[in-house]
């Protein structure tokens, strides 16, 4: 499982994640990612905000509800032995 570190825009901290998945849903790359690997973990899906070319990724969490379902749907069927509640 790969480990990506994130900064946030307030510039106060970082933190790591592991990358369960990711994909690409009409033009636009989503991840699914943990703070854990332990079973029970949380999850969270994050929207790629770069523009082509860009040399870092910017990434946003998902919190529109019809998008965070139908994505939320996606990483589910990719991954048969997860289960996502929301």
Do not use: H, P
């Not at 570190?5 to 970082?14: I, N, S, T, V």
């Not at 929207?47 to 040399?55: N, V």
């Not at 969490?61 to 965070?68: A, C």
């Amino acid at each position: 499982m790969e480990k990506i570190k994130f900064a946030f825009a307030d510039g106060e901290e970082a933190a790591e994640f592991f990358v369960l998945e990711q994909t690409r849903i009409a033009g636009v790359d989503y991840i699914l990612v943990t703070d854990s690997e332990e079973d029970e973990a949380d999850c969270w899906i994050l929207k790629d905000l770069s523009g082509d070319g860009e040399e870092e990724a910017v990434y946003e969490m998902v919190e529109d509800d019809s998008e965070l379902m139908a994505v939320s749907k996606v990483f589910q069927e990719m991954l048969d032995n997860v289960d996502i509640t929301i």
